[in-house]
Structures are given as C-alpha cells and as structure tokens.
C-alpha cells in the first residue's frame, strides 16, 4: 500500500496494485481447508486481473500520448492540450482503460462480484484491507489521475454511470443478505460507487474525502461483526441474533455509533462527506439530476439495510440457539479498544471537511478540501468555465441538505417498524414480492449469468471449441495428411513394382534372349575356336572363287 500511494509515476505504481493484489489473494484464501475460501481467492485473483489488462493498456497508451508515465510530467504535457469533449480519442481511450483497472480494485460493476466473495476471509482482513485500504486503491488512482480525466468529459460521464449504477445494485442487495459480513460487503461495494460518482462529476476532492470517512466507520463495522461472530461462538446469519444489546454492549454501541455514521446523520463523518458528493452530483457540470436521484435513493436504502442489521442484531427477541447463548460474551480488549478507537473517528473523521455552507466555522474546519486543492487544481480554462458556469443559491444547498437527511431517517424508522416494531411484515412483504425478493438475495443473478457467458460460455464453451477444432481440424488435418502419405507410398510401390521393376526384368530377358545365340558360339574351348576360324577362312576363301 506504501509503494502504490508514495509512487510517483503509473509503472511504479502498478507494481504496489500487484502488491496489494496478490496479498489480498493470499488473505482470502486464509482459511486454505475450505474450498469457498480458496475458490474466493482465485475469483478476486483472476477478475482483477481482468480489470489490471485494461489498467496496463491505459498506462501505455498515455506513454504514447505524452511520452512519461510519470505523474508530474503526464499533468505538464497535459496542461496545454485541449478538452475531448466533442469526439472520442486518444485521451479518452486512455482515461477509460484507466478507470477499468480501477472497477477491478474498486469492485465497480462489472467486476465487482468478488468483493462479496471475499469475505471467506478472516474478518480483520475484511476490515483492513477490503473496506479502507485496497478496495480504494482504483478511487485513488483516478482521483490521482484527476488531469487526464478532466480533458476527457465523456469518459468521466461513463465513470459517473458505472459510481451510481453499482451504488444502487449493490445496495438494494444488500437490503436482503442475512450474512452480518455480507451485508456489509455490499455496503462496501455501495459506498465505493458513491466515490466512483463523485470521481465521475469532477468532485475528486469529495471522493478522496468519502474514502477517508469510509475508512472510519466501515473498518469500525466490520470489526463489530467480528465482535458479533466471536461472541456467538461462530454465528454469521443475523436470523440467529437478536438481543444482544446489554449482552456485549462495548460492540452494540460502537458499531451503533459506525450505523448512524454511514446513515449519514448530521454530525457524523458519513454525512459530511455523503452530503458533499450528492451536492456536488446535483450542482456539478458533470452531473445531473438523475444521477442525483439515484444517489438519493441510494442514501436511503444505505440507512435501511445498516439499521436491519442493527435491530436484527442487537434489538428485539433473542433467535440465538440455546447452547450459543450461554456462551456469549463481550470481547476481550484486544479487541474492543480498537472498536471504540474507530467509533471516535467515525464521530471525528468529518469535521475536517464542513460544508462552505456553514459559514459560522472557521476555514480550519474544511482544512480537507484546502489540503487537497493543489493536487486537483484545473490548469484548464474550458475546465474551470465550466465550473463556473454552475451557480446554485445557498436555500438550494439547504434544501437538498435536509431532504438527504429526511430520507436517512426515513430508512431507519422503515427499519425499526419492520425489524423493531411488527417483525412480521418482512415475511408478508418477502411473501407479496417473492420474486423480487428471490432475485434480490441472489444478487440479480449476476454471478449465475457470468457463469454462463464466460466459466462456462466462453471458457469451458471455449475449450471444447477448441478442443474440437483440434480432434476435427488439426488431428484431421494430420491424419488425412498420413492417410494421403500411405496413399501415395502404395502408388509408388506399385509403380516400382511393376513398371520399373517389370521394366527391367523384360529388359533383361529379351538381352538373354538375344545373348543365347552368342552364347552357342562361345564354348571356352580352344579346338572349337580353331574349328570355327578354320571354316570362316573356307568360307572366305569360298566367297572369294566364287566372284572370280
């Protein structure tokens, strides 16, 4: 994590995001006995390094742009170049390669699917490294990348989609997970969105400081849940809870203190944050009001999924099977001071970036954004008109201030009279919409359709493919090239067989047949030869009279 966040060009950077990737395998796949362990750590294995390809292209294709990789000398070759924003090039190319490195690491959609996966891992893994640390590894890179993404509007449009669509997938899933830790995996998941988003509107500043506050009360959270877990003896599912409010109080009012923070309730650092972001996504050039909505709608789902699992937890009528309960517990030191340290910080962690609105604070209380505005400045004039162009008056900023925390404490008062009051109007509501409901616990069915359009689409469906190309096509190939071989060594033995050889043999015959008249005449004896000189002088001598 040290070598990705203090590097300073892409290469070097790209080694830390391997880094981080490879521990993360090694961390899920902690328990190695169990087969969902070890096959959630080769899923986040391999679906981030589908999103490090797009992540290694972008790179090089800012090299061929700007000739550096390094960040300081990418932003100077940038400065002078004018916005993308009518026609898709290289930049933008770029930029969105880029971004697909980042939906990997930051588990955006589509490559969001093996965060939830990951929490076969130990919970403090859950809590270090996929809720503050390396999930957030893509926001920071984009936020870092924040001067290429400024030239290309169209990229951040699409970066602004994909933050608000996962935000909400993720969070009307969780709504119905009944795994403490999985409920909150798809809050992680939920929440990156939201910084996706606020990357998308050109708010990087905002995104930078959701990441900071998340890291506060998530870490805070997930660590409760393994309070939870260790005082139940094991116990994820939250049907088997309830009660335990004045059982391990340290961890019901520590992770009570990490629910209204991520509610976003005034005063807290979820809101501060929260509110920034859906201000920015309502008044932004980049945004829009639909985009608005949706963060809006998902604030409030947020609300009422955390405070589900706080009343199904910590509230109502104890469900803990009768051997569990007489073993619980409230957790040992070890393990609460760091909660009640997180609790602070989820208490804290905001006040260091107040709205401007609040003109009675002093500047020191948006000492966050001011720290960063020298990393984030424009050094681009159609960049900063644009962010002039946007002028909203203050009532407007109140306005959508307390409807963002009206609809916060909506969600936890439907949460409370589902879970609190009449715990049986979630079984009549599960029962009227059973297939929402069923499509909603297994996750839109999305990890159901990659397994049919890539395990066994493209990869397995892609192996027979090419298993039968090689039995039918090269195998074929080779043997009709063999049956063609043996075909023509057939022809050719019988050529040699019967022409040449035959050939030869007639040709021998008829010189034995003409030789044996030779033959005759020569005997080896010495008496013969002289007998047959004797009659050819006869005959000589013969022929010679007779033409006297």
């Given at each position: 994590m040290l070598m990705l966040v203090l590097a300073n060009n892409y290469a070097l950077l790209f080694v830390g995001w391997e880094g981080v990737g490879l521990c993360s395998y090694l961390l899920i796949g902690f328990y190695f006995h169990k087969k969902s362990a070890g096959d959630a750590g080769k899923k986040a294995f391999i679906v981030?390094?589908?999103?490090?390809?797009?992540?290694?292209?972008?790179?090089?294709?800012?090299?061929?742009?700007?000739?550096?990789?390094?960040?300081?000398?990418?932003?100077?070759?940038?400065?002078?170049?004018?916005?993308?924003?009518?026609?898709?090039?290289?930049?933008?190319?770029?930029?969105?390669?880029?971004?697909?490195?980042?939906?990997?690491?930051?588990?955006?959609?589509?490559?969001?699917t093996w965060l939830p996966d990951a929490m076969e891992g130990p919970t403090p893994v859950s809590a270090l490294i996929h809720a503050a640390t390396m999930v957030t590894a893509g926001v920071y890179m984009v936020a870092r990348s924040n001067a290429l993404f400024q030239l290309t509007p169209m990229t951040s449009n699409i970066v602004a989609l994909i933050g608000a669509f996962t935000a909400i997938l993720a969070a009307s899933i969780g709504l119905v997970q009944n795994d403490i830790k999985r409920v909150l995996a798809y809050s992680t998941v939920s929440q990156l969105g939201y910084m996706v988003l606020a990357l998308g509107v050109g708010a990087y500043w905002?995104?930078?400081?959701?990441?900071?506050?998340?890291?506060?009360?998530?870490?805070?959270?997930?660590?409760?849940?393994?309070?939870?877990?260790?005082?139940?003896?094991?116990?994820?599912?939250?049907?088997?809870?309830?009660?335990?409010?004045?059982?391990?109080?340290?961890?019901?009012?520590?992770?009570?203190?990490?629910?209204?923070?991520?509610?976003?309730?005034?005063?807290?650092?979820?809101?501060?944050?929260?509110?920034?972001?859906?201000?920015?996504?309502?008044?932004?050039?980049?945004?829009?009001?639909?985009?608005?909505?949706?963060?809006?709608?998902?604030?409030?789902?947020?609300?009422?999924?955390?405070?589900?699992?706080?009343?199904?937890?910590?509230?109502?009528?104890?469900?803990?099977?009768?051997?569990?309960?007489?073993?619980?517990?409230?957790?040992?030191?070890?393990?609460?001071?760091?909660?009640?340290?997180?609790?602070?910080g989820s208490v804290l962690a905001g006040w260091v970036g107040v709205p401007k609105l609040w003109s009675a604070f002093p500047e020191s209380f948006r000492l966050f954004e001011h720290w960063l505005a020298p990393v984030f400045e424009s050094t681009h004039a159609v960049v900063e008109e644009a962010g002039h162009a946007a002028h909203h008056d203050a009532g407007t900023e109140w306005m959508l201030m307390a409807l963002s925390v009206a609809i916060a404490v909506i969600g936890i008062l439907i949460a409370r009279h589902f879970y609190g009051t009449n715990p049986a109007i979630p079984d009549r509501i599960e029962a009227s919409l059973k297939p929402l409901h069923t499509t909603l616990y297994n996750k839109w069915y999305v990890d159901e359709i990659y397994d049919f359009l890539f395990v066994n689409g493209l990869c397995k469906g892609g192996g027979n493919v090419m298993k039968d190309f090689d039995s039918n096509v090269v195998d074929g190939g080779v043997n009709g090239a063999g049956w063609l071989t043996r075909f023509s060594s057939t022809i050719s033995i019988w050529w040699d067989t019967w022409i040449i050889d035959g050939a030869v043999r007639l040709s021998s015959f008829l010189v034995k047949i003409a030789s044996y008249p030779v033959r005759i005449l020569q005997t080896g004896q010495v008496q013969a030869y002289a007998l047959f000189v004797l009659a050819g002088v006869v005959l000589f001598f013969g022929y010679y009279i007779a033409g006297r």
């Open positions: 981030n390094r589908v999103g490090d390809a797009g992540f290694i292209l972008g790179m090089l294709l800012l090299f061929a742009a700007t000739g550096s990789v390094k960040f300081t000398e990418v932003k100077e070759a940038l400065s002078g170049v004018p916005a993308e924003s009518i026609e898709f090039g290289m930049l933008s190319a770029a930029a969105l390669l880029l971004f697909v490195g980042a939906t990997g690491k930051s588990a955006q959609f589509p490559l969001y905002v995104a930078v400081f959701h990441l900071f506050t998340h890291a506060f009360f998530k870490a805070l959270l997930f660590l409760g849940s393994g309070s939870v877990i260790h005082a139940l003896s094991g116990e994820q599912d939250m049907r088997n809870m309830g009660g335990l409010k004045d059982k391990i109080p340290v961890t019901h009012w520590t992770m009570f203190i990490g629910s209204v923070a991520i509610a976003g309730i005034p005063g807290l650092a979820g809101f501060f944050s929260k509110d920034e972001i859906l201000w920015q996504t309502f008044s932004s050039p980049l945004g829009s009001k639909a985009l608005y909505v949706v963060g809006l709608a998902t604030a409030g789902m947020t609300a009422f999924y955390m405070w589900r699992l706080m009343f199904l937890t910590f509230y109502g009528k104890s469900r803990v099977t009768p051997e569990v309960e007489a073993k619980i517990h409230e957790s040992p030191a070890v393990m609460t001071v760091p909660l009640m340290v997180l609790a602070a």
